[in-house]
């Protein structure tokens, strides 16, 4: 398994060309003090068994269709809709954006070019990934309703976004459902209950490739007052064994969860808004 996402990534990395260009990636940085308050680089988090590969997908969502693209970058940055689908997908809708940058030193540089991939769970917690067959079904560990986990026709669940001149990037998707890792109901309880499983957290998964710059794996998760079900998303939270990860200082862990809320300026009127600075080093 591993050697697979090992290759996955190698191959995405030479794809995007991210090796190639590495040479010239010192042009970009010329010049560039911004006197930002200094942050940390992303903490790295796993890859996770549900990249979406080439081959066979459980349904190909594909809206580029230059077939040279991997299906991984086959995709745009709106998550909500696939071209051609009267429908879009069922969940919450959100935002997130914010910039790509470079720690260089105690400066912050933007990075134009950066390539990212985001993918996720649809509203019920399924991927879109021929290995995510196990546990099709599972019980609440708060309420014990069963749910049901589901393919959305029309839930695009890969994108990819390239940062403009500034660095940025958005993308618009649904906020996934959680699901289990693993399932405890040993110890005489009836149903399972959140103390003796594993669930993970709602998250969505990026890639990031910029030139010159070894690639970014990482995991963005959730909160907010208007986020659904926010109070048990915080109790996945404290207890996600990759966002809690020993190799990540916790105070890095709390600035991975994002808070979503209404776009303080008015300007997006169809889903919260969460905002995050991926931080890339040497
Ligand atoms: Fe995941």
């Given amino acids: 398994m591993n050697e697979t996402k090992e290759t996955v990534s190698r191959r995405h990395f030479i ?14 940085f010329t010049g560039s003090a911004f006197g930002r308050t200094l942050k940390s680089p992303t903490p790295r988090q796993t ?12 349904h190909e969502v594909r809206e580029n ?16 809709r696939i071209q051609g689908h009267a429908e879009s997908a069922r969940g919450q809708t959100v935002y997130i954006q914010g910039q790509v940058l470079n720690r260089r030193g105690d400066q912050l540089v933007p990075l134009p070019g950066a390539v990212l991939i985001m993918w996720n769970a649809s509203a019920s917690g399924r991927y879109n ?10 019980q ?11 393919h959305d026709p029309h839930f695009q669940y890969w994108g990819r976004s390239i940062t403009d001149a500034q660095g940025n990037y958005r993308f618009k998707t649904i906020v996934p459902g959680f699901y289990p890792v693993r399932i405890g109901n040993e110890g005489g309880e009836d149903r399972p209950s959140l103390g003796n499983g594993w669930y993970r957290p709602p998250h969505l998964h990026f890639m990031i490739s910029a030139p010159g710059l070894p ?8 909160k907010g007052e208007h986020i ?12 996600d064994g990759i966002l809690r990860s020993e190799r990540i200082p916790e105070k890095e862990q709390e600035g991975l969860i994002v808070e979503y ?3 303080p300026s008015g300007t997006i009127t169809d889903g919260l808004v969460g905002h995050y600075d991926f931080v890339l080093t040497l």
């Fill in 15 to 28: 794809l995007t060309g991210a090796g190639a260009l590495g040479t010239i990636a010192s042009t970009w």
């Fill in 47 to 58: 890859l996770g068994p549900f990249f979406p590969d080439d081959g066979d997908p459980v």
């Fill in 65 to 80: 269709l230059d077939f040279r693209l991997p299906i991984s970058e086959a995709n745009d940055s709106d998550l909500t």
């Fill in 129 to 138: 990934h021929r290995g995510d067959t196990e546990t099709p079904r599972f």
């Fill in 140 to 150: 609440h560990p708060v309420t014990g309703e069963w749910i049901d986990r589901e």
């Fill in 215 to 222: 690639q970014l794996v990482t995991q963005l998760y959730f």
């Fill in 228 to 239: 659904a079900h926010n109070e048990f998303i915080q109790q996945l939270n404290a207890r």
């Fill in 261 to 263: 809320r209404p776009d």
